[in-house]
């Protein structure tokens, strides 16, 4: 790290560098100066192959966010990232070994959670990335790259899995014979939203495509949503997308990867609340047809990340990070258990999309 930090003698002498945060990607650090904090960030380039595509995302994303976040009276210092160049004026550095660095400034007195304490948490959550897709709403799409090539296409995600079912390297297929015929059998689930985005019924815009818990940080004293992280992946999507990822994560009582699976339940409760909070500033800018399709997000993005879990526990573990042997599968599994509960609630998540339309549309 020590070569690393000369490409960045700018921020002064580095007194310390501790791991950070949760990623299941990237590996994160804090540094501490003596005056002020900064996040380091070691970029996985077998994930993001186009660091230079990826960077100039960002760039444009948070600059634009600067200005809008400006004019709308907030301040753009602790509202968005800000990416600390190297010396060099490059907004990454290359070390001798390949691997791709990055700096963002710390956010003063903010937290990142990893799970939602109290009902208003995560309405907060739900809201920052409402007013997200919000702020973004008249943003260029056709500037940004596509950093992960089809990365919310469901299908070319069930059709990998298929491919990790038929080649299983690691002999594991037999081990998860349940999981992989719970997928099979909602096959047909996977492209119900592409077939509407493909015959007009649904616009592209710009999304986050990561709308968990921990990539929005709140302000530590008024717990408001303060700073929405983690762009890697703004690129064109859905919105019901970055609403449904938020209710994957959060409108739950588990954790992500939560072994025992008589402790995981979907909240309809919690998932009314993400409604609430991102429709609070989404909303105006979302057609009808996009606010019917919420439980379809919530539904299609728990699926689809059950899968990509399954898809990697079948290939060996070689994309999401893993702290213990097992946990993708855990992981897979809890999503497939939400997503058993989902439908089992369909009405009545459908009902809070009909109930905000009736309030706010007639
Ligand atoms: C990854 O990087 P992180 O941990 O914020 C993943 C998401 C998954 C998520 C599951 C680039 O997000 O797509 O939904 O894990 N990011 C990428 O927790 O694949
Ligand atoms: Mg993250």
């Not at 008249?138 to 069930?158: G, V």
């Not at 689809?304 to 399954?310: D, H, K, Q, S, T």
């Not at 097992?326 to 369909?346: G, I, Y």
Request: aromatic share 10%; hydrophobic share 35%; proline share 2%.
């Amino acid at each position: 790290m020590e070569q690393v930090l000369k490409a960045w003698s700018s921020i002064g002498e580095v007194v310390s560098a501790e791991a950070f945060g949760n990623g299941h990607i990237n590996s994160t650090y804090l540094l501490r100066t003596q005056t002020e904090k900064y996040i380091l960030q070691k970029i996985n380039t077998n994930t993001f192959q186009d660091v230079q595509g990826l960077m100039n995302n960002i760039l444009q994303v948070t600059e634009y966010l600067r200005k809008q976040i400006t004019a709308f009276g907030g301040d753009a210092t602790r509202e968005t990232m800000q990416v600390i160049r190297c010396d060099s004026g490059s907004p990454y550095f290359t070390n001798a070994d390949g691997n791709c660095w990055r700096m963002f400034s710390f956010v003063a007195d903010s937290v990142c959670l990893k799970k939602a304490r109290t009902t208003q948490d995560l309405f907060e959550c739900a809201a920052a990335f409402g007013k997200f897709q919000y702020l973004l709403n008249q943003f260029p799409a056709e500037n940004l790259s596509e950093t992960i090539p089809q990365f919310h296409d469901t299908l070319k995600r069930y059709r990998d899995f298929q491919q990790a079912v038929q080649q299983d390297k690691l002999s594991r297929a037999v081990l998860v014979q349940q999981e992989i015929d719970f997928v099979c059998k909602r096959e047909q689930d996977c492209g119900v939203m592409l077939t509407m985005q493909r015959e007009g019924q649904l616009p592209l815009r710009v999304t986050h495509n990561d709308t968990k818990l921990n990539n929005v940080l709140l302000d530590q004293n008024t717990m408001k949503g303060l700073c929405v992280i983690d762009l890697d992946t703004v690129m064109p999507g859905l919105a019901a997308n970055d609403f449904g990822d938020t209710v994957r994560f959060g409108a739950n009582d588990c954790a992500e990867d939560e072994p025992d699976q008589s402790k995981v339940h979907f909240l309809p409760q919690l998932y009314r609340v993400c409604v609430q909070g991102f429709l609070q500033q989404a909303g105006q800018t979302l057609t009808e047809q996009e606010i019917l399709t919420l439980p379809w997000g919530a539904k299609l993005m728990t699926l689809e990340c059950g899968m990509r879990f399954l898809t990697d526990y079948l290939e060996g573990d070689h994309y999401f990070k893993i702290s213990r042997p097992q946990q993708n599968l855990d992981r897979a599994r809890t999503q497939f258990t939400l997503v058993r509960q989902m439908e089992e609630n369909w009405e009545e998540m459908e009902a809070c999309s009909k109930e905000y339309l009736l309030e706010h549309r007639r």
